[in-house]
């Protein structure tokens, strides 16, 4: 194949008349590129054109041609390729009446590309100039790139089967002639013919010993062609496992395990083609060394092949509550290949992080038990109509956990653990059964719902900054902070399911946040941002951690900001100084809308208002929170407030929040005659004196929005006057985050305590100061 592998270098390169005058249509290129192996090795030059002695070996070729065009038809399971293949070996059939004509064609093509790469001189085209593939067909290819593997392996045993046939058919031919000669000899035939006869079984000796040679070369080389093709989707798995690891915080993940499905059943299939060639090797010469080198090499690529086919195709949830339902389902590649019979129970367990570790010899099954799990087995179930064949845990629950001893500060929340799937596994064709297991992503197990956040932080930094093949569950302690931001702007997106990212100030402004830094003109990028700023240590002047506070603010925007957030009308991250740097110069009544940074989950009207002295100070309007967005939507409070007018840069409010007006109608009274009212927002400018509208309707309102309310007051406190800071330039923009698809993601409450539980009045402890241990031996008793 080397001589093709060269003229593939230069064919691009080539006038299209040549490349017609090089490949006839009585030979089409296809063909010399699906069978290069097998082309380059026969024998062309060797053959008398003139001579009909050699035709039947030349009509051999043509069948050996053909067989192996049908047989790769058969495995190619792209349909358009298949169908070609096939055209082509129905054509190649018009060589039957003159079979020698073939030889001689593919003996000139074989000369012109010779005398074409000897012509060529100086190095090829730098790849540089070449167009690059696609971004969004690198899993294409990679599918492509596969199906060219398996393709060449299964001409590579098609060759060693036509080997192997050629050898028999030789060996038949050499009985004849030696049955023959002693009956000549018995007769007193003529010396001389008697010569010819003994010089055509030497012949015949010859070749039997040269294709006995080469069919166990082609044995070696398709074995190491195995064990590449193996390694390559191999690594193919791991990636589709860390690419459903990065999917927890937005990353691309494309779930479909059907090509690595259709590749695992082709290597087996491959493999034991392979046993059996060799086996029959065995059985014709006897047990060499170098054989049984070869049974070894496939008996190991084999088992490595059976046991990494078990994949968590769903994984369990990632923060798991002792007593709560969950599920998971787990695949087996190569389902079609189980022996029939027994049924497969797959065992669940769980395991420590440090049991995890010591899973490095296959079979190994810790015996420690370190949490009761019921509803821990599955049955491995076939489907006919997705040809797939998975054990599907619907109800499993955590009744218990034991925990390890923990160090220093370390929170309950803070400790790993994970699902350790197992079965006993036998595959058709093989005689022993094997062990194969596959653990889950890392879980935290948690006992109260206030430690919800904070094992989804832990979850958070693992998904993140974890490296792949990692020793299990190890994680950096520190990252550089444009590191963090592009987690950050992943998980903001897929948590909203927005297309809408963090740009430069929203990052920046979480970088002054996180390190408490107030200079705006300060590049973070490569600043290191600890595990304990995230989501131990609590942010300078407030009750909460930085994780605590992002997450708050997803979980409102997700609820009730999210097409404001998409169409661009909420500012998002950014702080006071930057915020008079952008808004000084902007008229009376412009504002934006950003959130707020003294508590979770709360979105704020900073706006640009007069003083009593006629001049103009920037003011910040009481945060709006969940609570108060049930009651009445965002452009509705907008619409409410008279001080502002124009959304920043120079935007009218109604032109951008016109469609978020909520508009009632009804009859004018209720059923039960009362006068119904609906609640307004109304900024007051006296410090200490919020007030409430409560305006009589002569409607009654459809829309819940406007269904009435509670009696409640939205005041503004007007901060201190603030002096304008100078012009000053903003750091530049962070690079482009890459594109996030919309995922649906789990919701995570952000309170440490249950509303219903909390004292408002009473500040959150800090993360890992409360009594963990309390709560799980509570939980304890409680069972």
């Not at 640009?608 to 929170?625: K, S, Y």
Request: with cysteine; net charge negative; aromatic share 8%.
């Amino acid at each position: 194949m080397a001589l093709w592998a060269e003229m593939t270098q230069r064919l691009q390169y080539l006038p299209t008349q040549t490349l017609n005058e090089l490949y006839p249509a009585s030979f089409p290129m296809d063909v010399r590129h699906y069978l290069a192996n097998w082309i380059e090795e026969q024998r062309w030059e060797g053959f008398d054109l003139e001579s009909m002695e050699q035709e039947t070996q030349a009509r051999r070729l043509l069948e050996q041609l053909v067989s192996l065009l049908q047989e790769l038809a058969q495995h190619n399971p792209n349909v358009v390729e298949k169908v070609k293949l096939q055209q082509i070996s129905r054509h190649m059939s018009m060589f039957q009446a003159q079979p020698l004509q073939l030889v001689k064609t593919v003996r000139d093509i074989l000369r012109k590309e010779r005398i074409l790469l000897g012509q060529a001189v100086g190095p090829l085209p730098s790849p540089q100039f070449s167009c690059p593939p696609a971004t969004n067909g690198t899993k294409q290819q990679v599918r492509e790139e596969s199906n060219r593997d398996v393709d060449n392996l299964v001409i590579k045993v098609l060759e060693i089967q036509n080997c192997r046939q050629n050898i028999h058919q030789l060996q038949e031919e050499l009985n004849w002639e030696r049955q023959d000669t002693e009956s000549v000899q018995g007769a007193n035939e003529m010396e001389g013919k008697l010569s010819e006869r003994q010089k055509r079984i030497q012949q015949l000796e010859y070749n039997f010993q040269v294709y006995a040679k080469r069919r166990v070369q082609l044995l070696q080389d398709a074995v190491c062609s195995l064990e590449q093709c193996q390694s390559r989707l191999i690594h193919r798995i791991k990636t589709w496992r860390w690419e459903q690891h990065q999917a927890t915080i937005g990353m691309p993940f494309d779930d479909n395990l059907n090509p690595l499905q259709t590749w695992c059943e082709q290597l087996v299939g491959v493999n034991g083609k392979l046993r059996q060639e060799i086996m029959l090797v065995g059985r014709d010469y006897g047990e060499a060394e170098e054989l049984q080198e070869l049974q070894d090499r496939l008996r190991l690529l084999l088992q490595t092949l059976i046991q990494s086919s078990l994949m968590v195709e769903k994984q369990p949830p990632q923060v798991i509550k002792t007593q709560s339902k969950f599920s998971s389902t787990v695949r087996y590649l190569l389902g079609e290949k189980v022996a029939p019979g027994k049924p497969v129970l797959l065992k669940a367990q769980i395991i420590t992080e440090a049991q995890a570790r010591n899973l490095g010899q296959p079979g190994a099954i810790p015996t420690e038990n370190v949490g009761d799990l019921i509803n821990s087995t599955a049955i491995l179930e076939h489907n006919t109509a997705s040809k797939s064949t998975c054990a599907t845990f619907r109800n499993m629950s955590i009744r218990k956990i034991k925990r390890a001893d923990r160090k220093g500060s370390e929170s309950v929340t803070e400790e790993k653990f994970a699902l350790l799937f197992s079965t006993e596994i036998t595959i058709t064709g093989c005689e022993s059964s094997y062990s194969i297991q596959i653990i889950s992503l890392p879980v935290v197990v948690i006992v109260h719902g206030s430690q919800e956040n904070n094992a989804m932080a832990t979850i958070i930094w693992d998904c993140a900054f974890s490296e792949p093949n990692r020793i299990p569950f190890v994680v950096p302690e520190r990252v550089p902070w444009k590191q963090m931001c592009v987690t950050l702007s992943s998980k903001f997106m897929a948590e909203v399911q927005t297309q809408r990212g963090l740009d430069g100030y929203n990052l920046h402004f979480l970088a002054q946040k996180i390190f408490d830094q107030p200079d705006i003109s300060e590049d973070f990028s490569n600043m290191p941002v600890s595990w304990a700023q995230f989501n131990k240590e609590v942010l300078p002047g407030r009750n909460f951690t930085f994780w605590q506070w992002f997450d708050g603010v997803m979980e409102l925007t997700k609820k009730y900001l999210k097409t404001y957030w998409s169409d661009g009308l909420i500012f998002g991250f950014i702080g006071k100084q930057q915020l008079h740097v952008i808004l000084q110069n902007r008229p009376n009544g412009t504002f934006l809308l950003r959130f707020s940074d003294s508590e979770i989950g709360g979105i704020t009207i900073a706006y640009v208002g007069p003083t009593e002295n006629g001049g103009r100070r920037i003011q910040n309007i009481q945060p709006f929170t969940k609570k108060d967005l049930e009651f009445r939507c965002l452009g509705d409070r907008i619409r409410d407030i008279d001080c502002i007018t124009h959304v920043f840069p120079d935007r009218p409010k109604d032109e951008a929040f016109g469609k978020y007006y909520t508009v009632c109608t009804g009859p004018s009274t209720q059923s039960n005659g009362y006068l119904p009212f609906t609640v307004t927002t109304k900024v007051t400018q006296e410090r200490g004196s919020p007030t409430t509208s409560l305006t009589p309707r002569s409607d009654t309102p459809q829309d819940p929005k406007c269904m009435p309310a509670p009696m409640y007051s939205t005041s503004m406190e007007p901060d201190r006057n603030v002096n304008f800071f100078p012009q000053q330039p903003f750091p530049p923009a962070y690079p482009a985050d890459p594109m996030v698809p919309q995922l649906p993601m789990p919701f995570y409450p952000t309170s440490l305590f249950p509303d219903s539980e909390m004292n408002p009045n009473q500040p959150a402890p800090a993360p890992g100061t409360e009594s963990m241990e309390l709560e799980d031996i509570l939980s304890t008793f409680t069972e």
